[in-house]
Nanobody, 127 residues
Framework: QVQLAESGGGSVQAGGSLRLSCATS????????MGWFRQAPGKEREGVAAISCSGTSTFYADSVKGRFTVSLDNAKNTLYLQMNTLKPEDTAIYYCAAARCVPYRRASMRAPDYNVWGQGTQVTVSS
């Protein structure tokens, strides 16, 4: 079973950048699809970005398109989320997640489709 650990959160002013990292253990390219989610106080967990089993397809929420980039370093078994032009509404706890690839699902932006979660890292953007 894969295990995940996020890092890289912090506080930044609006317009700034952060890069989140998700270190994995037990991960093998092609066996899992992965994603980034966030949850703000009083709100549901929402999908931010996802990467497919092959690592070649990426997906983004409309609210972050053009600002966030998800990537996978296979050599380091680490998932990244580069966040640029941050806005106060990006403030949330960010989680990385993984799920085993199956024939009928190779990627997802839906939290219920994931069964492995990291502990989360706080991102705070001030105006």
């Amino acid at each position: 079973q894969v295990q995940l650990a996020e890092s890289g959160g912090g506080s930044v002013q609006a317009g700034g950048s952060l890069r989140l990292s998700c270190a994995t253990s037990g991960y093998t390219l092609g066996n899992y699809f992965m994603g980034w989610f966030r949850q703000a106080p009083g709100k549901e967990r929402e999908g931010v970005a996802a990467i497919s089993c092959s690592g070649t397809s990426t997906f983004y929420a409309d609210s972050v398109k053009g600002r966030f980039t998800v990537s996978l370093d296979n050599a380091k078994n680490t998932l990244y989320l580069q966040m640029n032009t941050l806005k106060p509404e990006d403030t949330a706890i960010y989680y990385c997640a993984a799920a085993r690839c199956v024939p009928y699902r190779r990627a997802s932006m839906r939290a219920p489709d994931y069964n492995v979660w990291g502990q989360g890292t706080q991102v705070t953007v001030s105006s």
